[in-house]
């Protein structure tokens, strides 16, 4: 490729490829892990080339360098020129000034992002370089945080925490090539990412819009979540195919204070056990719906070291549940649960509840409820069940 017909870029983006992935289990690096047909690298660097044009540098385990060689030009295709592999360090920050030494000479903005957000879409890398073109030093692309925050101390909450001065970053993180190379010069420790480094040594950062399919691949679950935006956005003879998830809880009589079951109170009842408030209900609907969007299980996400979950009721889970799978590219069509139980007695207060569940999940939910004529831990009157089908489809 030749100088005359391609201009030379003024822009380098670093992808950081050289971490381990213990916590993602799945026996490689994590940027080496298969997603579809392709690695978590090879679709990360679809969105890098999909971006502005920019001189690419990888950065790969050691042992890794001629594997993600390989997966670089494959994706740069005739941009392939513009692709280099370097050997990563012992941390993520080593790693960084290993690909910062490969950077061209007459390159002006450095980009640093982590191949981790494999999905993060070609827009993201546009705005942070308008923004650097405009004449900020440090950008960094962000999200609201929509999560409540607590302080804690230990499993002890201690305080809340105000939302609305936080924001979650993600990468590319863009820099003026000066500004970059001089704080990575008088480093003297790691930072947690690289505009923490630059605001450490006095720039100011500033932060444009991030993108929901930008988040960070750590662990099964990310990467389960991963599949499914890759899913979604696959072809299926030009229409959108739903999905359909099962879902089952079971929770034993035995808690304090009021029951609560499908989203509601049932004063005189005997309260269900769990880290939550039991809703066995709103536990299987959202066991239901993730599973539809291929997002693991309610385990995953509302463990029960989840400490501000402890109590909670069925609108939190819901609408966190909500919130997941929109995130993750689908759009939730219809549930429908059956209630196992002896006591209480749904049929006065069903349309009370299906009203409650629809409203918390953003989409018709429907319950039934049936005895086992006195089969079985729910035919005795020991505890309920729920079962749920959930339906979503991509968007």
């Keep these: 490729m030749s ?42 660097l679809a969105g890098v080339f999909a971006a502005p044009l920019a001189q690419v540098i990888v950065v790969a385990p050691e042992d890794r360098v001629g594997d993600a060689l390989t997966e670089a030009r494959e994706a740069a295709g005739e941009r392939h020129d513009l692709v280099s592999v370097v050997a990563g ?10 690909g910062l030494r490969a950077v061209w000479p007459d390159v002006e903005r450095v980009l640093v992002h982590d191949a981790a957000r494999a999905l993060t879409p070609p827009h993201v890398f546009a705005r942070v370089i308008a923004a650097l073109e405009s004449g900020k030093d440090a950008v960094l692309p962000v999200l609201p945080v929509v999560d409540t925050v607590k302080r ?28 970059l190379d001089a704080a990575y010069a008088a480093a003297s420790r790691d930072h947690t990412d690289d505009a923490a480094l630059v605001q450490s040594a006095g720039t100011a950062v500033w932060t444009v819009p991030g993108d929901e399919r930008g988040f960070k691949i750590t662990t099964p679950a990310d990467l389960d979540r991963a599949r499914a935006v890759l899913g979604a956005a696959a072809p299926s003879r030009g229409v959108p195919m739903p999905r359909v998830g099962v879902g089952t809880d079971v929770h034993a009589f035995g808690g304090e204070g009021d029951l609560w079951l499908a989203g509601v109170a049932w004063p005189g009842e005997r309260a ?28 995953t996400h509302f463990g029960t070291e989840e400490v501000q979950y402890a109590g909670a009721h069925a609108d939190v889970f819901l609408a966190r549940t909500r919130e997941l799978v929109t995130a993750a590219g ?66």
């Design 3 to 44: 100088s005359e017909l391609v201009p030379v870029p003024r822009t380098a983006v670093i992808v950081v490829a050289a971490g381990s992935g213990q916590r993602l289990g799945a026996g490689a690096p994590k940027a080496f892990v298969g997603l579809d047909a392709h690695t978590v690298l090879r679709h990360a």
């Design 89 to 98: 360090g012992a941390t993520r920050q080593e790693s960084v000034a290993a």
């Design 152 to 179: 804690v101390d230990g499993d002890a909450v201690r305080e809340a925490v105000d939302r609305s001065e936080l924001a979650a970053a993600q990468t590319p993180q863009g820099f003026s090539r000066k500004i």
């Design 272 to 299: 269900l056990h769990g880290h939550s408030d039991g809703d066995a209900v709103a536990h299987a609907i959202v066991d239901a719906v993730l599973a539809a969007a291929g997002l693991g299980d309610i385990g």
């Design 330 to 395: 689908f759009e939730i069509g219809n549930v429908s649960v059956q209630v196992q139980a002896r006591r209480p007695r749904f049929a006065a207060r069903r349309a009370e509840a299906e009203s409650v569940l629809s409203t918390a999940l953003g989409a018709p939910v429907s319950v039934s409820a049936t005895t086992t004529d006195g089969l079985g831990f729910t035919g005795v009157g020991e505890g309920v069940a729920a079962f749920a089908v959930a339906v979503v489809f991509p968007r």
